[in-house]
């Protein structure tokens, strides 16, 4: 088995937050889902993300848990096939309800943009030309 990335992200409204991800494409392997949690496939057999209500998110750790939508710990990237893909994301994201930080930056050879989940975890879209 290949070695994967899985990240854990509380959300307040489980049903939203399927719905909005579901939105940009993204989908869910109901086996590893339930009523707490909903095992997200951001890209097939390497990176996943595991949306978990905030009581069970809690109940992993003895810290508070950070709110996204008043502080940040994390920007969650990721790499797309083009511009227009970043361009695609960003308007399907803004379409299901995420706010939308800041205008598209072109630096030549790296295009990106971000979005503002639901939930307040923030993520960037970026693209990359050749070995940049």
């Keep these: 088995m290949n070695k994967q ?9 489980l049903g ?5 991800f579901a939105a940009l ?3 869910f392997n109901e086996e590893m889902s339930g009523e707490s ?3 997200m496939n951001i ?3 390497s990176i996943h993300a595991m949306l978990m209500t905030d009581d069970f998110f809690a109940s992993f750790t003895n810290k508070p848990v950070v709110r996204a939508l008043e502080a940040n710990e ?3 990237c990721l790499s797309c096939e083009s511009a227009q893909e970043v ?3 960003i308007a399907r994201a803004a379409a299901a309800g995420a706010r939308i930080p800041h205008a598209p930056e072109d630096h030549g050879n790296m295009y990106d943009q971000g979005f503002e ?4 975890h923030l993520w960037n879209l970026v693209w990359t030309a050749g070995d940049a």
């Design 117 to 120: 989940d639901l939930d307040g």
């Design 25 to 27: 494409g993204f989908g």
């Design 43 to 45: 890209v097939d057999g």
């Design 16 to 20: 939203k937050s399927r719905a909005f």
């Design 74 to 76: 994390v920007i969650i």
């Design 37 to 39: 949690a909903a095992f």
């Design 87 to 89: 361009d695609s994301l």
């Design 5 to 13: 990335i899985i990240f854990n992200l509380p959300v307040r409204d």
